[in-house]
Nanobody, 124 residues
Framework: QVQLVESGGGLVQAGGSLRLSCAVSGRTFIIYAMGWFRQAPGKEREFVAAIRWSGAGTFYADSVKGRFTISRDNAKNTVYLQMNSLSPEDTAVYYC?????????????????WGQGTQVTVSS
């Protein structure tokens, strides 16, 4: 099993920044890639960014490209999502997820393990 714990969410004004963290534990050797997703009220969970567990290769949704950066700290087994130039449209619960499928996938259904989520609220 793999355990994921997100942190770093909160309330920020439009134009501000937040950094989310996802602490990964358990059988990390089975992980192929990590992803960040978000879900706003009344909307489906959507892909935000992904990174291979090896650290080679990052992927972003068009809506966050150039504003968000996904990264990984090997020593800490932690994945980060640096979010800059935030807007109210970024308000959502943010989840990290792990896939063992052997490829980076966008649909949430392709991920096997999920964290509990962390709320990000951007005020205008």
């Amino acid at each position: 099993q793999v355990q994921l714990v997100e942190s770093g969410g909160g309330l920020v004004q439009a134009g501000g920044s937040l950094r989310l963290s996802c602490a990964v534990s358990g059988r990390t050797f089975i992980i192929y890639a990590m992803g960040w997703f978000r879900q706003a009220p009344g909307k489906e969970r959507e892909f935000v960014a992904a990174i291979r567990w090896s650290g080679a290769g990052t992927f972003y949704a068009d809506s966050v490209k150039g504003r968000f950066t996904i990264s990984r700290d090997n020593a800490k087994n932690t994945v980060y999502l640096q979010m800059n130039s935030l807007s109210p449209e970024d308000t959502a619960v943010y989840y990290c997820a792990a896939t063992v499928s052997g490829r980076v996938v966008v649909p949430a259904t392709g991920y096997d393990y999920w964290g509990q989520g962390t709320q990000v609220t951007v005020s205008s």
